[in-house]
């Protein structure tokens, strides 16, 4: 697989960015990884392109439970906007709710990867491999 050009962390929690970022910087998976504390944030950067190579992630990690705008509220602002290549984007959601209609809910916005927290080292790799083949080049 070739190497991911960005990945983009949502997340409130610093303590789950620290490690979610070590991990990912270790499996020396992708060129950048960026981290924001919340949605809007999130919903910045991509309009700022907030990443060196100046194009959106092709990855985005998202917790649901956040304060302010919550996953459900970043995702339906993700698909209402403009972004360069955002149909190429792969929204993951890393959550530990085991709550169905928080799925079910985030399946009806169109998104269809979800881990448990805490990411590892053998479910990143299993998530890339299901979305190899629809990275963004």
């Known amino acids: 697989m070739n190497k991911i050009r960005t990945i983009l962390l949502v997340d409130d929690d ?3 960015n620290f490690i979610n970022k070590k991990l990912l910087d270790r499996l020396n998976i992708a060129e950048e990884v960026k981290i924001v504390v919340n949605g809007p944030q999130g919903l ?3 309009e700022g392109s907030c990443f060196k190579t100046k194009k959106n992630p092709e990855i985005i990690f998202l917790d649901i439970n956040m304060p302010g705008m919550d996953g459900f509220d970043f995702v339906r602002n993700f698909n209402a906007s403009n972004f360069q290549n955002k149909d190429k984007v792969k929204i993951c959601v890393l959550t530990t709710s085991t709550n169905h209609a928080d799925f ?5 916005l169109g ?3 979800f881990l448990n927290k805490p990411l590892t080292k053998e479910k990143v790799e299993e998530f890339l491999r299901r ?7």
């Open 104 to 108: 079910e809910r985030m399946e009806e």
């Open 14 to 16: 610093f303590i789950t």
């Open 111 to 113: 998104v269809k990867y």
């Open 44 to 46: 910045n950067c991509l």
């Open 131 to 137: 979305v190899e083949g629809e990275l963004a080049g």
